[in-house]
């Protein structure tokens, strides 16, 4: 059973005892992706549009080095800490992936790390 370990510094580096990614199977596994700048290490503001737009950018640049995209997603884990912005996950997350979408959770918690808006991590298939 082998396990390829993915990363680029094009999405956050891991802060702990985790990876960015992991492929295994033709699959890759992402870790949560929260809406921190890659360039700056820095969390965006507290706007819900600006950080999901970040962290689908976060996932999209995982998947490129895994050497697939987010249009091959077959899983989304969706964490929010208001569902109020429910619409706009939608409508952000059309710009990202088309039709056929993925399948996909999407939870109110009560906080997110670094009191980020949004997490998402995702299980994509790679060729």
């Known amino acids: 059973m082998m396990k390829k370990i993915i990363s680029t510094d094009q999405a956050p580096a891991a802060i702990g005892t985790y990876s960015q990614a992991i492929v295994h199977n033709n699959t890759l596994f992402t870790s949560g992706q929260i809406p921190i700048d890659p360039a700056t290490g820095e969390m965006l503001p507290a706007e819900f549009e600006l950080q999901a737009h970040q962290v689908f950018k976060n996932l999209a640049a995982i998947a490129a080095a895994a050497g697939t995209d987010l249009q091959h997603a077959i899983k989304l884990n969706v964490f929010l800490q208001d569902l109020e912005n429910f619409a706009s996950l939608n409508h952000i997350m059309g710009e990202y ?31």
């Open 97 to 127: 992936i088309q039709q056929p979408y993925p399948a996909r959770a999407a939870v109110q918690v009560a906080r997110l790390p670094k009191d980020s808006l949004i997490e998402i991590d995702a299980i994509i298939a790679v060729d």
